[in-house]
C-alpha cells in the first residue's frame, strides 16, 4: 500500500489524510495554517513542514496529494524533490495541469477531484467519510503514467469513492455546469433573496435554504475556483442566461413556463434514476488504458474496484 503526503488540510485535504489512514496507508501531512496544523496533530496525525513532508514523500517514494487552493498551488509545486509521485484534488484540472508541466515537468503527475464537500472548511470540518459513493476524477490524458495513474485511483477507491476518468479539458467544461455555475447561482439567489427585506428571510424554507447552501462557503474559495475556470464558467454562465431569458419571455408574453419547468423536470429526474451498471475488467497497463478509461467516463462509467493492474468498473 502506497503512502500518502497530503499538502493542506483543510476540509478536503484533511479529509484525504483522515481516509487514507483510515484505510490503513501510512499517511503525513503538511500545512501553512498552524490552526489546521495544531487541530490535525492533536487528532494524532503526523504533520511536518513542507520541506520536509515533500522530503520524506521522495524518499518513501509517496503518493503527494496538493489539496490547497489554485492560487497557492505554484508555490507548493516549486517545492517539490524530482520525480516525485503527484496528483491533487483542486477543482480545476486544466490550469493545475499547466502549471505542473511549467513548475514541474519532472513530477509524475496524474490529476484528481474529488466530487466532495460542505460549505464548512479547514481542518475540524473534515470527515474519515466525506467521499464515501462520491465521484472522484482522475485525469486519463494520453501520456498519463500509468503507476501513478494506478496509485490515485487506489486513493479513490480507499477513500470508498468510485473513480470517474475523464481529461483536464472536459472535466472542466463539466464541473462549470454542475458545481461552478451553481456556486455562483447561489450567490445570486442568496443576495435576491436577502434584498427582499426581513419578511422575505424570515419565511425563507426549503427550496431557498438547498439553493443557497453554498454560499455559505468561504467567499475566497469559491472565487478562486470559479476564476480558475474562467472560460468553461463563462459558457455556462452563457447558456444559464440564455435560458433564464426564454423563460423570462414566455412569463412575460403568454404567462406559460411550462418548457423550462419541464426541460428541468426532466433534468432532475435523469440525475436521481442511477444507470445499470455491468461488470468489466480494463488493464491499466495497456498501451490503449487512458482511452479506454476516457471512453468509459464519457459513457458515465466508473472504477469501483482495483484488482492488481487491472481496474473493474462498471458501465451503463
Ligand atoms: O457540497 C458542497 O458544499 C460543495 O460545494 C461540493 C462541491 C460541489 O458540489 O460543487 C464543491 C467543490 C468541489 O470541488 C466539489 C464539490
Redesign the pocket.
Known amino acids: 500500500m502506497r503512502s500518502v503526503c497530503v499538502v493542506g488540510l483543510g476540509l478536503i485535504g484533511g479529509s484525504v489524510l483522515r481516509a487514507a489512514a483510515a484505510a490503513g496507508r501510512v499517511t503525513w501531512g503538511a500545512t501553512a495554517s498552524t490552526a489546521d496544523a495544531e487541530a490535525a496533530r492533536q487528532d494524532g496525525h503526523d504533520v511536518l513542514d513542507l520541506a520536509s513532508a515533500l522530503d520524506r514523500a521522495h524518499s518513501e517514494d509517496a503518493l503527494v496529494v496538493v489539496a490547497v487552493p489554485l492560487p497557492a498551488v505554484e508555490e507548493v509545486l516549486r517545492a517539490l524533490p524530482a520525480n516525485v509521485r503527484l496528483t491533487d484534488v483542486v ?1 480545476v484540472k486544466g490550469p493545475v495541469a499547466d502549471l505542473v508541466r511549467r513548475v514541474a515537468p519532472h513530477a509524475r503527475y496524474v490529476g484528481g ?1 474529488p ?5 464548512s472548511s479547514g481542518w475540524t470540518a473534515g470527515r474519515a467519510d466525506l467521499f464515501h459513493d462520491a465521484a472522484w476524477v482522475v485525469t486519463t490524458e494520453d501520456d498519463a503514467d500509468r503507476d501513478v495513474l494506478t496509485d490515485v485511483v487506489d486513493l479513490a477507491l480507499a477513500a470508498k469513492a468510485h473513480v470517474v476518468p475523464t481529461t483536464a479539458t472536459e472535466h472542466d467544461a463539466a464541473v462549470a455546469r454542475i ?1 461552478h455555475l ?2 455562483l447561482l447561489a450567490a445570486v439567489l442568496a443576495s435576491v433573496g436577502a434584498d427582499g427585506g426581513p419578511l422575505a428571510l424570515s419565511l425563507a424554507a426549503g427550496s431557498f435554504g438547498d439553493g443557497t ?2 454560499a455559505g ?1 468561504r467567499p475566497e474559495l469559491v472565487r478562486a ?1 470559479c476564476e480558475g475556470n474562467r472560460g468553461a464558467l463563462l459558457d455556462a454562465v452563457d447558456d444559464a442566461l440564455g435560458r433564464l431569458g426564454a423563460a423570462r419571455g414566455s412569463l412575460a408574453s403568454t404567462g406559460g413556463l411550462a418548457k423550462t419547468i419541464e426541460a428541468g423536470h426532466a433534468a432532475r429526474r435523469a440525475l436521481v434514476d442511477k444507470p445499470t451498471l455491468t461488470d468489466l475488467t480494463i488493464d491499466l497497463t495497456a498501451p490503449d488504458a487512458p482511452r479506454t478509461l476516457r471512453d468509459l467516463g464519457a459513457r458515465g462509467g466508473r472504477i469501483v474496484a482495483l484488482n492488481g493492474t487491472t481496474a473493474l468498473a462498471l458501465t451503463p
Open positions: 477543482s477531484h466530487m466532495a464537500g460542505t460549505s458545481s451553481p456556486h447552501r453554498v462557503s475556483m
